[in-house]
């Protein structure tokens, strides 16, 4: 056998450059919605008082939470490790908790 003199390029995947489906289109409307409202910024305000200044391990932002039990009622999953689970699972659901493709979506404890 014998080979070409040409060389094969790098097989890289760069996440930008994979097609991406068009999503949930609830949960992006929902998203809209929450954004042009100001929910993050309401959210943040109103638990201000209940969240420590520096006490164990970092909370998790008043948005991200309520979001994530907007989708348990939504779909209709009634624990918190049935949520994490479904919101691990969907790209789509990562995008309506606004987490980045490299963050793991917050667990049950």
Avoid: T
């Avoid at 070409?4 to 995947?13: H, P, R």
């Amino acid at each position: 056998m014998r080979r070409d003199a040409g060389v094969q390029e790098d097989l890289i995947a760069v996440w930008s450059e994979i097609p991406r489906s068009p999503g949930h289109a609830f949960y992006d409307r929902l998203q809209k919605l929450l954004r042009d409202a100001g929910f993050d910024a309401f959210v943040e305000d109103l638990c201000k008082p209940y969240y420590a200044a520096k006490m164990g391990a970092p909370s998790l932002p008043p948005g991200r939470y309520f979001r994530m039990h907007m989708v348990g009622y939504f779909e209709g999953i009634d624990s918190e490790r049935g949520i994490a689970w479904r919101c691990a699972d969907s790209f789509s659901l990562r995008d309506f908790l606004r987490l980045s493709s490299r963050e793991k979506v917050p667990d049950h404890s």
